[in-house]
């Protein structure tokens, strides 16, 4: 029997003005990687039919020129809510899918595993919408999973439209959340405007699913890690998930056998390959394309950028950019190799 096919919708128009910079904010750079760079992989990893990236207006030719054809592309001209942004998405569909997740391009902690849960649940409770929540400490600016006594979910309340009561919930919606395609994509039509916001909330297709189906039709799992599915919103929000990604990617490494000696003063970026028996001395970068072969060591204080480091060489205290070190050989102290 044919695999079930996933379609993705990335959801990425949003001022955020919060960051305070002129560059977009999925845009900025995360371990080597735009922000929504990481989004876009978790979609390939997933082996997605199709992922249509929605975007601003400004954001469109940036984005474009960045990631190419390999995505589809739609605009959200007015930011009317997440609803509105999804229903942006229809016109660019390239073929059908059986589910659609829906992502947003400031999650960048997502992991696959994670959303092919959330995935994996709604296809086999047969609920039309599948969620992805998470207890959070204090719950301020999320959305609620509302239950009934039965455990079963009921609705997802905005948080500034929730009752004292939903209000203390401490599960919370996470704002991932896949659907049963075949009952989404004529649902984003009945989504009624918010009344305090005027905006069109894709949330409200749970209580939708529910009111439609019956119990059941809405289902959610919380994520076994919370910082997962957080978004980021602004600067200092970004360096911490920076340090979480940085963390990932080190803990990788030093399973495959590299050591680390100071993981706080080492930084590697995504896509970076360590060898096996080489060590990286407190100080070290290691960014973009590059590679290092094993037995090497590396540091400290050396900053490597899309260069190749041959087996057993050692650099230290150095600076090198382009260039390719051969098998055995030290480079430094006080050095920048660069081959342009």
Avoid at 74 to 88: C, D, F, N, R, S
């Amino acid at each position: 029997m044919k695999a079930p096919d996933l379609g993705i919708v990335v959801i990425a128009a949003g001022k955020g003005t919060r960051m305070r910079s002129a560059l977009p904010k999925e845009l900025h750079p995360l371990c080597g990687r735009p922000m929504l760079g990481h989004v876009l992989a978790l979609a390939d990893a997933l082996e997605a039919a199709y992922t249509v990236v929605v975007l601003s207006d400004e954001k469109l030719g940036p984005a474009r020129a960045q990631f190419g054809p390999r995505y589809a592309y739609a605009v959200q001209h007015e930011q009317l809510g997440t609803g509105h942004a999804v229903l942006q998405a229809r016109p660019a569909l390239p073929r059908p899918a059986d589910d659609v997740l829906v992502l947003y391009g400031d999650t960048p902690l997502l992991r696959p595993s994670t959303a092919r849960a959330a995935v994996e649940l709604r296809r086999r409770s047969g609920a039309l919408v599948g969620i992805l929540s998470m207890y959070v400490a204090p719950p301020s600016g999320y959305g609620r999973i509302v239950r009934d006594a039965s455990g079963q979910v009921v609705a997802i309340v905005e948080e500034r439209n929730a009752t004292p009561e939903q209000f203390a919930i401490s599960e919370c919606n996470s704002g991932v959340m896949c659907f049963d395609a075949e009952w989404l994509w004529p649902a984003l039509d009945r989504i009624a405007p918010n009344p305090l916001k005027g905006e069109y909330y894709l949330t409200d297709l749970a209580e939708m699913a529910v009111a439609e189906r019956g119990t059941g039709a809405a289902v959610a799992l919380p994520a076994a890690d919370p910082a997962e599915a957080q978004g980021i919103n602004d600067q200092a929000q970004l360096a911490q998930a920076g340090a979480v990604l940085r963390q990932r990617i080190l803990n990788d490494l030093m399973l495959a056998g590299v050591t680390v000696i100071d993981p706080a003063a080492t930084y590697v970026d995504v896509g970076v390959s360590v060898g096996r028996g080489t060590t990286l001395w407190p100080g070290t970068l290691l960014r973009g394309s590059t590679s290092v072969g094993a037995g090497c060591e590396i540091g400290p204080y050396a900053t490597i950028v899309d260069s190749e480091i041959g087996d057993g060489a050692r650099v230290r205290h150095a600076l090198i950019e382009r260039a390719t070190v051969a098998a055995g050989a030290e480079v430094g102290p006080f050095v920048h190799l660069t081959d342009s």
